[in-house]
């Protein structure tokens, strides 16, 4: 989620500032690819606490004033320098109101937190009398802990309770006012640091590759090498003594009333100063994902679904799948079975034995990664992660792409099962507002010519996934990768609305022969020259992500090749172990997390008469999972619109949800005879 760092140096070191605010700003620098909405940092030195924190990335954040005037060096007898720093990706809490941002400063407790606290409104109901100060989650964190540090009486004991109270993935690092300690602290391993006391210094981060980089680039002058650097492991705390630099780890599920941190050591408190910089909030254009949403859409524009459904319903349908005559290059027999029905091959898993014989020799046993799985956030992706923790008895490292369209929701499952599990979470962020306003200029654009084959537009920042998965694996030196690919979800018909014909020879989902690839490519060439609204600043972006989707390879271990999918069985899993979250607005599982999906399922619906669920159940129709009464129904079930989700998403990237609905009722129908 987001990213969290930070340093600790004992005045006998030799270090001297200007290494110093270079390390901070690599730190800072580097973590930015975690979370890029808003930023700030904490500096504790001359017995005093000074935190700024503004709406602006890293990299804007560096450039300030603040950070330029922030001294980095020893003066008045101090004895020791610590800073910590935050680069958010936004969840609850708009980041245009300061108090959401993060260092959070409440109780005489400064924290930086990386996760999401899932059962964060059940603690404030459990808490109420506590006072709120942000809409944040990350303020339960300096709330509970001072509150339970009065009721223990022991810092480690406070902090073990803190753990067992919230659910959800959360990783924090923690100063106090009253006392000469950092405390580091994790339910899921994504935190690393690295010290020398010879120069007593100390630095961490929430991943691997961030410290490595920040070794590398310092050279001799931090006299510390990679080998040097130690993982925190799940469930683990850290207690930084910063007079000495010295430290001690201990279990957070540890059951001993009388253990208590050997080298807590108390201190008078000083000041703690919020720093801001009002020009900060003059540089940034905000992510609004949390204002309020538009009012309902007027009674006829949701009244042209119900009429379209009516037409929808006389539609000819296969007699075997559920596929109707609108699909593309879609051929029916003298019996009424399609030709999609007549070319499938049925799934035929290669089976679990077979994978763990393949898993076998990437797996190691010191704690270590020794594979990365692809994580979304979606149903088969936390089974994916789930069944390679659990039954492969691997060390998974989960990796996301965030390009602005993995809703909360999806955010808050992956928290439970990376907490839960205790696995390494690992999310790169693109800068969400570029990408937002990238999907926003093709949007509109496609709004001005509606056309069913550029809808893939939409979601082109996403495919870089691939790109960003494969330079995580170098980075860890990690030669394994997996992923939940449901081969059932298969959907021929985004192809086939450019005039590209179905592959049914196709590997992978992904797969396009070289020739239909071309194919594509020219289809949208010609779509651009005719609306060049579609030549704005998004382009190189659209490009790289065609590039990185098609071209670039893609070597990985598909879980469902060797295991056979199950709605039941997936869906049931995560609820029963993991406590999963569905949506408000449907009964289905799938694509929740997924930003797009209710906005260009709305589109495919009402102008073509099926969705991805239909495609969806009709593959669980052939592989016998399903009666065709019943992929029918379930498929007329998920095809229902889902005005709540396409109204965030129409908010979300800036356009005029109304606009955008009249707009789309007003296409021509395939189904227009009907």
């Known amino acids: 989620m987001c990213g969290i760092f930070g340093f600790c140096v004992h005045s006998s070191s030799s270090l001297p500032e200007s290494t110093l605010r270079s390390v901070f700003r690599d730190l800072f620098l580097l973590s930015e690819r975690r979370g890029k909405e808003a930023s700030g940092f904490a500096l504790r030195n001359s017995g005093s606490i000074r935190v700024y924190k503004s709406p602006m990335p890293a990299s804007q954040t560096v450039k300030s004033e603040i950070f330029r005037k922030t001294r980095f060096c ?61 809409q944040v989650d990350s303020e339960l964190i300096p709330t509970l802990l001072y509150l339970f540090i009065k009721e223990e009486k022991s810092m480690l004991q406070a902090l073990r309770r803190l753990f067992k109270e919230i659910y959800g993935m959360t990783s924090t690092a923690l100063l106090f006012n009253h006392f000469e300690n950092l405390i580091l602290a994790t339910n899921n ?95 940034i254009h905000y992510n609004f994902a949390t204002r309020q949403l538009c009012g309902q859409l007027p009674r006829e524009l949701e009244a042209h679904a119900q009429r379209c459904k009516e037409k929808i319903d006389r539609l000819q349908r296969c007699a075997k799948c559920i596929l109707p005559e609108t699909f593309p290059f879609i051929e ?49 992706s936390c089974f994916s992660l789930h069944y390679v923790k659990h039954e492969l008895k691997l060390t998974p490292l989960a990796f996301s792409y965030d390009w602005g369209m993995l809703t909360d929701l999806g955010r808050r ?64 030196g990690i030669k394994l990768m997996i992923f939940g690919e449901n081969k059932l979800e298969t959907t021929f018909f985004k192809h086939g609305f450019c ?25 949208y060439l010609g779509e651009y020259l005719k609306n060049p609204a579609y030549l704005n600043i998004s382009l190189l972006d659209t490009t790289g992500a065609f590039l990185s989707y098609y071209f670039i390879p893609h070597h990985y271990i598909n879980l469902f090749n060797y295991v056979r999918w199950d709605e039941q069985v ?66 007329t079930r998920d095809n229902q619109p889902r005005y709540e989700s396409i109204n965030w998403y129409c908010n979300i990237i800036g356009i005029d949800y109304e606009y955008a609905i009249r707009t789309i009722n007003a296409m021509p129908k395939l189904y227009g005879k009907h």
């Open 332 to 380: 029916f027999n003298e019996y009424g079975v399609c030709n999609y029905c007549k070319n499938y091959v049925p799934l035929r898993p290669l089976g679990e034995n077979q994978l763990k014989e393949i898993v076998a020799p990437f797996r190691m046993h010191d704690g270590r990664p020794n594979c990365i799985v692809g994580f979304s956030g979606g149903r088969d």
């Open 499 to 523: 005039a590209v014909p179905p592959d049914f020879d196709a590997k992978k989902s992904f797969t396009l022969r070289l020739s239909d690839k071309l194919k594509m490519a020219k289809y």
């Open 413 to 476: 499952n992956q928290s439970r099962l990376c907490g839960a599990l205790g696995v390494e979470h690992v999310l790169c962020s693109a800068d969400i507002r570029v990408k937002r306003n990238y999907i926003k200029k093709n949007v509109l654009a496609w709004l001005k010519n509606p056309n069913l084959g550029i809808i893939p537009l939409f979601m082109a920042g996403d495919k870089q996934y691939f790109y960003y998965a494969h330079q995580l694996m170098k980075q860890h």
């Open 570 to 635: 997936v869906v049931s899993t995560l609820l029963r172990q993991y406590d999963w979250e569905l949506a408000a607005d449907t009964a289905s599982s799938w694509r929740i997390g997924d930003g797009t999906a209710a906005f260009y399922n709305y589109i495919y619906y009402t102008a073509a008469g099926f969705t991805e669920n239909d495609t969806f159940r009709s593959n669980q129709i052939r592989e016998g999972m399903l009666t065709r009464e019943e992929g029918l129904r379930l498929a």
């Open 189 to 283: 391993g994504s935190l690393y640091y690295a010290g020398n006391p010879d120069v007593k210094f100390f630095m961490f981060a929430s991943e691997y590759p961030i410290l490595e980089s920040v070794i590398k680039s310092q050279g001799e002058r931090l006299i510390i090498d990679r080998q040097g650097i130690t993982h925190l492991a799940p469930n683990k705390c850290l207690c930084l003594t910063l007079k000495t630099v010295s430290m001690e780890t201990h279990s957070l599920d540890g059951e001993r009333a009388q253990d208590e941190f050997s080298y807590l050591v108390s201190r008078e408190p000083g000041k703690i100063d919020n720093v801001s910089d009002p020009r900060s909030r003059e540089m």
């Open 74 to 134: 020893f003066d008045n007898n101090e004895e020791i320098i610590t800073a910590i720093g935050h680069a958010r990706l936004v969840t609850n809490g708009s980041e245009a109101l300061n108090e959401n941002n993060q260092p959070i400063v409440k109780n005489d407790i400064v924290c930086v937190h990386n996760g999401i606290i899932v059962n964060e409104r059940d603690l404030w109901n459990q808490y109420r009398n506590e006072p709120r100060l942000s």
